[in-house]
């Protein structure tokens, strides 16, 4: 009986534990400073794509565009769900277990004017300003000098959360109406656009915190707050995830396991990074560089998730992946990618850091 009551109160004791962990991980305070210096990086990134790329906006959005309207609500009609036919017959019509009607060909069912007979879905999963707002010249101005405007005061930290909120919403809008241009640095922006408008990123290095400082009463220094530590965890979190994905799905990869990845990469013609063309001369450099630099990118995002929660295995794990991310920029020419990143990797800078980075005060007591 005394070793049933024993192990009772151990499984107490322990599910207890778990749950206080849980509870201090999530919703303890956290220091704002790491989110400001996320927030400034990823404001100016995007800041700075939108700015190169607007003489080219309108080969996403307007009449001359890739895509089409039609083209684009063609692609929205279709759902992208599971068929019945992966279950019972491979090789017969595609049937949706939802979506727009079908003929029995498989095709959309259109009207006697040749349009697809369900409605343009409007869900937010394909949520975009450019389905709602007409694509003439003037609306498109006025909607990038909005985002910019936008991306702007999240930059400078004026009007902090809404600001982050409409240049997610002006990126978001693009992303899902151009379609091609998608990449995984889209996908890092949106999610870090969105993270820190949960927490207070406007009042550490923003004109929120100095317009607050100026109050009566006001010190002016941000304190620590459960809303900074979420939004540090949900990044934190996610980039776990995102980097441990990506080390798995490079496992399927056969130039990953027989080291020619990194050497492809360099050796590609789409990107413009520095120029490698000597090392195809030398067999020992691209063999060597190749073998270790895959090894090594492998082993940092299948790791990362696990040894950059250690304290003193943190800094170590921060440079690998700003080495990583620099080696990247400069083989792949994706500079603004590999920035993306390395302002992810930003919420893992302990506060009293970040503080001394942006040259603020850094108050640690605990409320």
């Given at each position: 009986?005394?070793?049933?009551?024993?192990?009772?109160?151990?499984?107490?004791?322990?599910?207890?534990?778990?749950?206080?962990?849980?509870?201090?991980?999530?919703?303890?305070?956290?220091?704002?400073?790491?989110?400001?210096?996320?927030?400034?990086?990823?404001?100016?990134?995007?800041?700075?794509?939108?700015?190169?790329?607007?003489?080219?906006?309108?080969?996403?959005?307007?009449?001359?565009?890739?895509?089409?309207?039609?083209?684009?609500?063609?692609?929205?009609?279709?759902?992208?769900?599971?068929?019945?036919?992966?279950?019972?017959?491979?090789?017969?019509?595609?049937?949706?277990?939802?979506?727009?009607?079908?003929?029995?060909?498989?095709?959309?069912?259109?009207?006697?004017?040749?349009?697809?007979?369900a409605p343009v879905n409007r869900w937010w999963g394909t949520f975009s300003l450019w389905h709602l707002l007409p694509e003439s010249s003037l609306t498109i101005?006025?909607?990038?000098?909005?985002?910019?405007?936008?991306?702007?005061?999240?930059?400078?930290?004026?009007?902090?959360?809404?600001?982050?909120?409409?240049?997610?919403?002006?990126?978001?809008?693009?992303?899902?109406?151009?379609?091609?241009?998608?990449?995984?640095?889209?996908?890092?922006?949106?999610?870090?656009?969105?993270?820190?408008?949960?927490?207070?990123?406007?009042?550490?290095?923003?004109?929120?915190?100095?317009?607050?400082?100026?109050?009566?009463?006001?010190?002016?220094?941000?304190?620590?707050?459960?809303?900074?530590?979420?939004?540090?965890?949900?990044?934190?979190?996610?980039?776990?995830?995102?980097?441990?994905?990506?080390?798995?799905?490079?496992?399927?990869?056969?130039?990953?396991?027989?080291?020619?990845?990194?050497?492809?990469?360099?050796?590609?013609?789409?990107?413009?990074?520095?120029?490698?063309?000597?090392?195809?001369?030398h067999e020992t450099w691209w063999q060597f560089i190749s073998l270790t630099g895959g090894a090594f990118t492998v082993g940092f995002e299948l790791s990362f998730a696990f040894l950059v929660w250690h304290p003193r295995l943190r800094p170590v794990m921060l440079m690998?992946?700003?080495?990583?991310?620099?080696?990247?920029?400069?083989?792949?020419?994706?500079?603004?990618?590999?920035?993306?990143?390395?302002?992810?990797?930003?919420?893992?800078?302990?506060?009293?850091?970040?503080?001394?980075?942006?040259?603020?005060?850094?108050?640690?007591?605990?409320?």
């Amino acid at each position: 009986m005394s070793n049933t009551t024993n192990q009772a109160t151990s499984s107490r004791v322990w599910w207890r534990d778990l749950w206080h962990a849980w509870d201090a991980f999530w919703f303890s305070v956290a220091h704002p400073a790491p989110l400001a210096l996320v927030r400034i990086l990823t404001a100016g990134v995007l800041l700075w794509i939108h700015a190169v790329t607007w003489t080219q906006i309108s080969a996403v959005v307007g009449g001359t565009a890739w895509l089409d309207h039609q083209a684009v609500n063609e692609v929205r009609l279709l759902a992208e769900g599971t068929h019945m036919r992966d279950y019972r017959d491979p090789a017969g019509p595609l049937v949706p277990l939802s979506g727009p009607p079908l003929d029995d060909a498989g095709n959309l069912k259109r009207d006697a004017a040749g349009n697809p007979v369900a409605p343009v879905n409007r869900w937010w999963g394909t949520f975009s300003l450019w389905h709602l707002l007409p694509e003439s010249s003037l609306t498109i101005t006025v909607v990038q000098v909005g985002l910019m405007l936008a991306a702007t005061c999240a930059l400078l930290g004026f009007g902090t959360r809404w600001a982050l909120l409409l240049t997610w919403l002006g990126h978001v809008s693009y992303v899902q109406r151009g379609m091609v241009i998608y990449s995984g640095m889209d996908a890092i922006l949106l999610l870090l656009l969105l993270y820190l408008s949960v927490g207070s990123a406007g009042t550490v290095c923003s004109v929120d915190a100095w317009l607050q400082s100026r109050r009566k009463g006001s010190s002016g220094i941000a304190v620590p707050s459960v809303s900074a530590n979420i939004a540090l965890r949900l990044i934190q979190v996610h980039l776990c995830l995102i980097y441990f994905c990506a080390g798995a799905a490079k496992l399927q990869g056969p130039t990953w396991w027989n080291g020619t990845a990194v050497y492809l990469l360099m050796m590609s013609p789409e990107y413009g990074g520095v120029p490698v063309e000597w090392m195809a001369r030398h067999e020992t450099w691209w063999q060597f560089i190749s073998l270790t630099g895959g090894a090594f990118t492998v082993g940092f995002e299948l790791s990362f998730a696990f040894l950059v929660w250690h304290p003193r295995l943190r800094p170590v794990m921060l440079m690998a992946g700003l080495f990583l991310h620099a080696m990247l920029a400069a083989i792949s020419g994706l500079g603004a990618f590999q920035m993306t990143m390395a302002a992810a990797l930003m919420a893992f800078v302990p506060a009293e850091i970040a503080g001394r980075m942006l040259r603020q005060p850094v108050s640690v007591a605990r409320g």
